[in-house]
């Protein structure tokens, strides 16, 4: 299997169904994490699942989210695990969860003051400590129990009325396969 094409492919399919919503469903979903979850948890990962050709679980092993393939035999044989944090710097629970895991891809998504633009954030964004935090959890788990995953995050972030999703992918060792880039924006009210 190869694994950038199903990141590649879980990502545009994401995009493709944030792109699909009207901008009054992101206004609802801002107002609290719990509406931001359903979001992902209804409307975005259970519909992204079935057009993957992908069986969906949720709270598998107690994963939030999990993007499964049937085998011969019939079992669910999990390819994409996904954990959802609505705080970024609250995730590591959630990072260090998926580095325990064994799938091809493990996904994680967030919110952040992501931008790391002069100006748009009065702490410069978060962008290098949490690239930083996040390389360095899975390369720690990879030293000590190698898998050839991918970790992709989503980090949503929303800033004078507009929200933007950015995507970042580690390979196994934590080294950044590709760079983080805004891969949706949206112009709120």
């Not at 009207?22 to 719990?34: D, G, I, L, M, Y």
């Not at 964004?125 to 949490?130: I, R």
């Not at 788990?141 to 190698?146: F, L």
């Amino acid at each position: 299997m190869a694994l950038h094409l199903l990141w590649d492919e879980f990502r545009s399919s994401f995009v493709k169904s944030l792109e699909a919503l009207p901008v009054s469903q992101f206004n609802e979903s801002w107002k609290t994490s719990r509406n931001r979850t359903r979001l992902y948890e209804d409307t975005i990962l259970e519909p992204l699942s079935r057009k993957m050709g992908l069986n969906y679980k949720k709270e598998l092993f107690k994963i939030d989210y999990t993007f499964c393939r049937k085998s011969r035999n019939g079992t669910d044989v999990p390819l994409i695990f996904i954990e959802s944090e609505n705080v970024a710097l609250d995730a590591e629970h959630e990072m260090r969860k998926l580095c325990c895991l064994s799938a091809p891809l493990k996904v994680l998504i967030t919110c952040a003051e992501w931008s790391d633009i002069p100006g748009e954030w009065k702490n410069g964004g978060y962008k290098e400590l949490l690239t930083r935090r996040w390389s360095e959890m899975i390369s720690a788990h990879n030293s000590i129990w190698p898998q050839p995953a991918l970790t992709g995050v989503l980090i949503a972030e929303a800033l004078n009325e507009r929200l933007r999703y950015y995507s970042i992918l580690f390979g196994p060792n934590g080294s950044i396969e590709k760079e983080s880039e805004i891969i949706f924006e949206v112009k709120l009210r």
